[in-house]
């Protein structure tokens, strides 16, 4: 069985940094891309990037460039997003997905509140 | 960037009801269309990939149609599991984009 289990909420502080993770099993780690989505409060989701294990190939949407990292280690089939500093504006869920043809399969979300 | 918008945003409907949801993209795409149900609180279910091909698991009355820029989600009879909302999104190039959604609420 494909899962896709996310680190648990998170409330940090303006400036600070933080990586969340994405524990995959159940496929082959290697073979498909894995993307990250955030959906505002209330809002609609939108596209971060997206990263290929096998070697580490990269995409960003260009409104997320340098604003986050997106990372993936094939030794512990595991996916991360990470922020160098936080801005009260990245409060959100934040899921990871499997790509195949579309997002097959979602983490559960992790929810990002970032309050001074 | 490729731009999808839903039509319409809100839709009250009844139980055996037919609901038709539509989905333009700014430009052709193909068939790299998919179609998301999120309930609250819960991360959205892939409904269909491909513009009209059922994910596994999916009920038959959901069903998938179009090409290029237009495409259609159609639930045959509306059920109470499927009060919902609905997203589209294009996957024909790397830089992927939702549609707004289309929250499908009890009449």
């Known amino acids: 069985e494909v899962q896709l289990v996310q680190s648990g909420a998170e409330v940090k502080k303006p400036g600070e940094s933080l990586k969340i993770s994405c524990k995959t099993s159940?496929?082959?780690?290697?073979?498909?891309?894995i993307g990250w989505v955030r959906q505002l409060p209330g809002r609609g989701l939108e596209y971060m990037g997206i990263v290929f294990p096998r070697d580490s190939d990269t995409r960003y949407n260009p409104s997320f460039q340098g604003r986050v990292t997106i990372s993936a280690d094939k030794t512990v089939t595991t996916a991360y997003l990470q922020w160098d500093t936080l801005k009260a504006s990245d409060t959100a869920m934040y899921y990871c997905v499997r790509l195949s043809d579309g997002a097959d399969y979602w983490g559960q979300g992790t929810l990002v509140t970032v309050s001074s | 960037d490729i731009q999808m918008t839903q039509s319409p945003s809100t839709l009250s409907a009844s139980v055996g009801d037919r609901v038709t949801i539509s989905c333009r993209a700014s430009q052709s795409i193909g068939i790299w269309l998919a179609w998301y149900q999120q309930k609250p609180g819960k991360a959205p279910k892939l409904l269909v990939y491909?513009?009209?091909n059922l994910e596994s698991g999916v009920p038959s009355r959901f069903s998938g149609s179009g090409s290029g820029t237009e495409f259609t989600l159609t639930i045959s009879s509306l059920q109470p599991d499927d009060f919902a909302t609905y997203f589209c999104q294009q996957y024909d190039t790397f830089l992927w984009t939702f549609g707004q959604g289309t929250n499908v609420e009890i009449k």
């Open positions: 491909k513009a009209s």
């Open positions: 159940g496929y082959t780690f290697s073979k498909n891309w």
